[in-house]
């Protein structure tokens, strides 16, 4: 109620609340500006979520599962920010760009929102992702590290089963960018 709280008309003292300072609005309350919405989401199942779910790890859980559950969540937000006419830019770094793919391809057409988009190290697969963002409006910022181990092996050689490992179809944005396939000679 302090730090994350609306000075003003509340009684609440600006020094006390950190929107001021980082110019969310004025020491009144007043002027509200850009609003940064984090989303965090559990992306690791116990021994018995992903048992049960018949996946051989965590990782493949995550992926092929929860990414999809929280991915209804976030387009449901995004959905919300585009009928109240925000403008919106995203950041999402690892599992959460496949995360926010999926929830793009959710949205659909739904996406005049967007504004910029900025993906680090990216977990989605690269046929995947190309195929969401194309036609988009967005600007799209794809940071990529071709020599990132755990997306050589997590992401393309057991995140997701229904993909052969090692093939076009299982690599990622992280380490191959967002081309098509037909720019593609083959794995590096």
């Not at 690892?94 to 995360?99: E, F, M, V």
């Amino acid at each position: 109620t302090a730090v994350y709280g609306v000075p003003g008309d509340s009684g609440l003292n600006a020094r006390l609340s950190w929107l001021p300072l980082v110019e969310e609005l004025d020491a009144n309350g007043k002027r509200p500006q850009q609003t940064a919405i984090a989303f965090a989401w559990v992306s690791t199942g116990s021994l018995a979520e992903y048992a049960t779910a018949g996946w051989a790890d965590s990782y493949q859980y995550a992926c092929v599962d929860l990414a999809r559950l929280a991915a209804a969540a976030v387009a449901a937000v995004l959905g919300v920010l585009g009928e109240a006419g925000a403008t919106v830019d995203v950041l999402a770094h690892s599992l959460g760009t496949r995360l926010f793919t999926q929830a793009l391809r959710l949205a659909g057409a739904q996406d005049t929102m967007l504004n910029n988009v900025i993906l680090l190290d990216g977990a989605e697969f690269s046929a995947d992702a190309a195929a969401t963002f194309a036609g988009r409006r967005c600007n799209v910022v794809n940071v990529t590290n071709e020599v990132d181990a755990v997306l050589a092996l997590g992401g393309e050689q057991f995140g997701d089963p229904s993909r052969v490992p090692c093939s076009v179809a299982s690599c990622n944005i992280g380490r191959f960018g967002l081309g098509t396939t037909s720019s593609w000679s083959g794995i590096a």
